[in-house]
């Protein structure tokens, strides 16, 4: 059982164009992936969710807060709760869009075909390349893992 939220847009757009936004970059034709373990599709949806003002600014959410780039287009991402952690990276990302591009490139980025460790929530951000660093979240409810940027155009 799992449970899958896909971006509300599309992903078009020029492979390479660079849209830069304060110190977070929009790319088009990449995909950031991040990995980790939730309670729950729930807690997994809440710390994804940018929130808006009544007079529709945008609040950051934890996760855009977490890894130090703030906002970021909500079109544009996929996220997915597995209610049996998975390792096997084909099982992982099968059920996102552009997969047959993503998988190969994640499996070079960990040099193989699992992970050395089990998870259960999967975010991929398109048209976005992170670049940093972090480990990002870690509480007792979620903990999430920035794993690499891959084109997946």
Known sequence: MWSYYRYKGSVEGLPGTLKMRSDNMEYSGMASVWFGVSKSFEILEEYVDIEYTVDGDSIDSKFGINFEFGYYDEENIEICFYEKPKNNVD?????????GL???K???LINGDK???SINSVIVLYDYQYNKVRSGNASENIEIKFIGTVPYK
């Open 91 to 99: 099982d992982i990302l099968n059920d996102f869009s552009y997969s």
């Open 102 to 104: 993503i998988i190969p």
């Open 106 to 108: 994640i499996k070079e």
């Open 115 to 117: 992970l050395a460790y």
